[in-house]
């Protein structure tokens, strides 16, 4: 019999569980030697080093919580899963393991300042999570050592293609448990009312029906709560303007360094720690040193860099002297600020930033295809798709008159001098 | 000069004032005599023996909350919209006072379990309120000796008819006092995460122009939160079909004592708390006598009657043996039902009731109207319906295909033999 | 095998499992049809209709919770103790479903407004509840149709006889489901802080240990913060002067009730509901009828006797007019008191009460007894009694200077003469 | 007239005010100008870099708030404060913008790592934060460009110095602002229960008597609750061995780098950040660039150091490989793990640890001290100090018999050789 069958969670027991206090769950429960260890590689606890939520804190000023919470969230919410009826019965021993160890593992690729980050180094965190798995690292020995193919089931889970679809939809989907915790945590640690939902009642609601999971009727409208949810997250805290104005200060900054290594100018710096992205061969070793502290580090070094660019645009971001923003009106209006810009030596490149969301909450409820359905089952054990029985989520879908916002980010001094 | 204009706050003010601890608002500051001595008056003193939800805690059962827990709430709100710089300057200290004693006492005209009370005794509970406050009564006393045109400037606030149209708001509108307390404190007693929504910032975001209530553009999205724990609680909590089964089999209590009492019949109980109600000369006296302990007592006596119908209903009330309930699929459905009633000896008029509720959550929003429109004021000093300001409300109210909740409501003795 | 060892709690598994929602704990769950069938039986619907706290919602506005919920509390909690694996392993599947129902039922002999009624009537409602399973009634139907020997089953963990003494700790012990329930639920309702604890912390450190239930010593500042709440709230919220004046109000109708029965008064009221306690045949039939709203109503008709006593205290009660209350200071005032009540015709016996609380807080933690101590084993596998292992229980039983708080109530006239 | 005496409030108002949202006051109000400039102060913005707990993120690991929103949360506790009718009355404009400053900038003078830091370094938080005011920076520019006299009378309140006791008080006391916050703050980001207290309700009893705040005695059991919720959450969450643990890894590394420094060991980093804390000529520039990033990114460089044990110590850090603890049971135990520790070649100077941490809450209650006494106002207008008025708080204070709690703290290679 392959290991695979054979094994039982029961063998892999700690001795005596382990508690963490936690402010969303109550408890974190670790249960099993495996997690354990994984909480405790280096990978893990580097995610203490990076902020869950890039630059919100700006803005919800409270919630300056990391992304190593925030992934033993995501597995205390797998747990609770497992504990169904229905899950119990669908899952073998191994599969349970497997999607706990994904859980807890699915961030470690998350660079510092995650999405600004992502958008000027151009490597999924995705990818990222599934090389530190595969390829050598703290994480890829304790699982290797387990069983050698766990590594391989693990990434598959986090990388969309295992062959066992539940395990999918419990890591990542419309409905799991890394939208469910965040949700949670960011709503609590920022002090809004937004993020609540009922997550009891979806979890109670949960079913496996043709190899995948669904939920009962009675479910509905804890799972249109959880979607309103997302929609008010997003729009009041997200895609807060502040935190934009935050992070396309970030990416100048990145982006200002990018160029000067490229134009061979003399770094006064050493940017050892920097080196491997700027020069594009990143190594787990490398980016496992690379955290938000080291970059605090960096931009405070760079506020004493010769080039006026680099130093003004890193003495903001330390001080918080974000750009303001302002409604984009028309081309007009932006090429007058560009002007203007001009006028008083800012290069626009670095200063003058625009961006456009679009209000479109059924973007947040993802696109088309079957792993971005929720799917109902009713009474008579036919299934729907999510917007057939809530009108709610239906009308959101139909709707068409969303007006876009878009906006432009620029220095206070340009503002003053318009 | 007339006392309306003369009127200052400050001349009724409690020697010390009172706080009274509240799980909602924390704490209900009362800081003037009239408001205390209001609260200590028979009226509102009944209130406590009214249930705010009628038969909600027989699902929601930790609901259980009164009347006048609620009351207080609603002046708490309207205490706090006071506080607000854009009222401070558009009220007058007799207009302050007026819409104080308005919030207390908007609800003294509530019988008992409240809605299907009203369903069959016809008097709508806010016409029995302004009546209450308008002839004999312990409030009216305390409000006319006030000043003798208090109770007819009160009456007129609940009425609607008041010439100062932000005073009506602030009780009865849209978005108004007596909507948030009863969202967050129904939602918080029944344990539901629903009716949550951020109050603090709609009333920040209030302001005064044109003579009427209007909401900051930065407040759209609190406001949409409201928007939707109300619908929310209203197909989570307040039209669930255990409620609606319980408020059903109350007014077939009713209606057979009715028919009865029509067909003189002849009581062993004695019913004299009932009579004004039965033969329609209610006087504020007799009303203010009718409570759920009275109701209750009736119920326990009428399971000793002769009448084989009223007996068999109280008891199921007292000892919670609710009817069942599913959805109505066809006329057919209900006269095969209505046959095996009538097989089994049960008579449908008091034993078979369908109900229907729409899934349209527009109704809840409000019919159009002046009053029931929410508007938006933008930065450049433009008023617009909420609708144009928000997209979820707009899908909502565009959104066509709602399909209805027909429901029949049968005792479990039909179902178990169909 | 006997039926008690043979049984198997899957056995009476419900079809589908059961879940109300509730503001404390989440969820109730109730798995077995055994409890199902319990709690609608006419008992425990009674209990709905019976306040949690008496005259505490005079004072405390929104504690309005009935008895109903807190026993479904209590049962959940109950119900969380034996998922911990040393109660798993302790009890056998008989001895679980036998504390369940203890849990469920233990408050069923509760009268209205429970306290001040058992001060007049003189039967504890511990022992009415026993009285209530072990003979006719709805519940000792259900559990005696269940196995013949559970009524007496249950009745001995209510009773404190029953010889698995972890059973009578889980219900009725120095830390037992029943304070934990209203602890954290009163504190709920009434809007305190101060019944805060950490339940979860509290039952991961339960353990079994010769034949009892006691706590790891890491468990020991969980329970001093549960000590601690108890002792807030029974000052704070429980021993409030307005609750106890109220309940003084409600003993001394109570007692002019029974002295004009004895004395032959002849009343207008028809007392049929009352009659039982008057007499003192008080059997479970009768005490099923009498629940708080018949007790309104008596007061209500009460208000028109012709008896001035009677008459005026029952009116005190419905309007809230509470007696006033100030400290005591010496014999000579209280004598002047009653002088002044004397002459202003207020008969002593019914309107003079005096009572004396002693801010002794051991005494909340327990007279000495096997029982009510709770014991701390430590890494060593030593017990300890409680005040051994915590510096701050150990210097509340040490302390010796406990002012007591004693007051005179008496009503608003008198004192206004004073 | 002098400035102080002229100063009104209302002429530094903002155009628009400021609210920020927070998770424990849910808003922060700024409603000054000058205010608004101290928070974007870079050595305020500093602070969003300082962790408020040290390494007890380490243990509650929700718990990773910065001393930055503890700031802006004991403004708005001073604010609060400040609306109360007694300190309006008690206070110029001019003391109180004086009292909110201090509040806001009580710690700027905090290290990394704060108390660990301290240790090591010899320079207490509250002298640093009096530098940085009262010397060169921008808090100091900012205070004194808006009146001369400003920085030293903010520094006088922080010192202790100020002639007006009741603004020393509000910032620092046995019941101050910065407490209030921080129980609050600490209990609702670790997610514990403990740090809850009825923070209304004091400052509701909260009077100005002999120039000082006292409290009326009806607020005595809210203080109670206030003291046992900091004796609790002292031993719960501050004294937690495993921060204990934290932090003497900590300041092994800060003494190890101190040591090498002084022997002359040749670094390869480049120590420029550090040096004037190695050479002890802090200037308020040098230590305003020293923040828990830049002491993270040099436990990285340390990492690389030849030097076993920085680099040992350095690694055990970032990657949470914290020390071992037990109780300390004998000398000749101590003398025991310290043979083996030399045996495995461990320098016990870094490597073995001891401390001892009394459990003596009264310690936590404060020493004796008019300052440092909490009074309480009868209602004949008599003050006493609180133990006089509070059984519990007198208990506490009276007892003797309390153990120590000494524990060593050594490497899990140790541990598991002996």
Known sequence: MEFKESFRLKDIELHEKRV??????????????????????????????????????????????????????????????????????????????????????????????????????????????????????????????????????????????????????????QLDADRMDYLLRDSYMSGTTYGHFDMSRILRTMRICDGKIVYKESGVQAIENYILARYHMYWQVYYHPTTRSYEHLLQSIFKRLKDLYN????????????????????????????DESIVFYYFREFTKEKDFILKDLSSRFLNRRLFKYKQLESEEELQHIKEVAHHLGYDERYYIITDSQQQVPYLHYGQSGELNEIEILDNQGQLSPLPQKSEIVSAILNSKQFKSDQKIFYPKEIKDAL
Chains 1, 2, 3, 4 share one sequence.
Request: overall charge negative; aromatic content about 10%.
């Open 20 to 173: 963490i206090r936690d402010a969303i769950h109550d408890y974190i429960h670790i249960h099993h030697t495996l997690i354990w260890k994984l909480v405790n590689s280096k990978e893990m606890q580097r995610l203490r080093r990076i902020k869950q939520l890039g630059g919100t804190y700006q803005v919800f000023h409270s919630a300056e919580h990391s992304r190593f919470v925030h992934s033993l969230g995501v597995y205390q919410v797998v747990l609770r899963m497992l504990e169904t009826e229905c899950l119990q019965e669908a899952l073998s021993d191994y599969d349970q393991i497997c999607v706990m160890c994904a859980a807890l593992l699915h961030d470690i690729g998350h660079g510092p300042f995650s999405h600004s980050f992502e958008g000027v180094f151009h490597e999924s965190h995705e990818d990222m999570s599934v090389k530190m798995i595969l390829q050598e690292s703290e994480v890829h020995d304790i699982l290797a050592s387990f069983y050698y193919k766990m590594p391989n089931d693990v990434a598959m889970i986090i990388q969309h293609t295992h062959p066992h679809q539940v395990l999918i939809q419990m890591v990542s989907s």
């Open 263 to 290: 134009d061979a100018y003399v770094f006064q710096t050493d940017l050892h720690y920097l080196l491997p992205f700027l020069e594009n061969h990143i190594t787990n070793e490398s980016f496992n040193e690379l």
